[in-house]
């Protein structure tokens, strides 16, 4: 099966600075790579994704990079404030089967902002 | 609110009952999906339905585990005989399906079991 390994498990960096999580994944089947913040006690919401048919995507301050054929992909947030502070989860599609893209998430991130 | 909801929202049982968590998904999203979180880890995968259809059970889903959708649009997840390590976050998810592959997820179910 899908294996996900996410690093690093926690992050802390200076408001303004910028903050980088990376995955690897193992099913050279998966198609789509998703990013999820979870604040403390609230539901995961994602925040970004990325297919395998573009290398790279941008919202505003969050951008994610996707490398096929390293099987890797990475969350990077510029300019950090404090508010971006959580708990972050990649996470990968398995892109077949009857499965309908359930998705195998990291282990998490927890990023600290400090103001 | 037009997300994913979930009921109840905290469930504090004692071991060896039997408990039931509803999941209601965003209207007219036909996948949905239960995964279930542990404190300091990431959700993990337990059953995926489209419309009524319940298509794939991952292998952490014991026999004491059951879940339905009947009408092909609230869910809901039985655990019986619970057990001390079914205590966890239990959370559903929604999508549109399709090439539509976004998952949206509800506020969780938290199952504390004493």
């Known amino acids: 099966g899908e294996n996900v390994e996410q690093h690093p498990s926690t992050l802390s960096v200076q408001e303004g600075d910028s903050a980088v999580i990376k995955c690897t994944y193992s099913d050279s089947a998966s198609n789509y790579f998703p990013w999820y913040k979870q604040e403390l006690g609230k539901r995961p919401q994602l925040i970004i994704d990325?297919?395998?048919?573009?290398g790279e995507k941008k919202d505003q301050r969050i951008a994610v990079t996707l490398n096929k054929t390293a099987k890797h992909f990475s969350l990077h947030i510029t300019e950090t404030q404090p508010e971006d502070s959580a708990v972050y989860f990649c996470a990968a599609n398995r892109g077949r089967g009857n499965a309908g893209n359930m998705l195998t998430f990291g282990g998490g991130t927890r990023l600290m902002v400090k103001p | 609110d037009t997300g994913v909801s979930q009921d109840p929202r905290h469930k504090i049982t004692k071991r060896g009952q039997n408990v039931t968590f509803r999941c209601d998904p965003i209207?007219?999203?036909?996948?949905l999906y239960w995964y279930r979180q542990t404190l300091g880890q990431g959700p993990e995968f337990l059953t995926y339905?489209?419309?009524?259809?319940?298509?794939?059970k991952s292998r952490l889903l014991s026999d004491r585990f059951s879940a339905e959708r009947p009408k092909g649009s609230f869910s809901t997840l039985e655990i019986q005989r619970t057990e001390q390590g079914d205590s966890a976050m239990y959370l559903c998810?929604?999508?549109?399906?399709?090439?539509?592959?976004?998952?949206?997820f509800g506020p969780g179910t938290r199952l504390t079991v004493t």
């Open positions: 990325i297919r395998s048919n573009v």
């Open positions: 339905f489209q419309n009524e259809a319940q298509l794939e």
């Open positions: 209207s007219e999203h036909n996948r």
């Open positions: 998810a929604s999508s549109l399906g399709s090439v539509h592959y976004e998952q949206y």
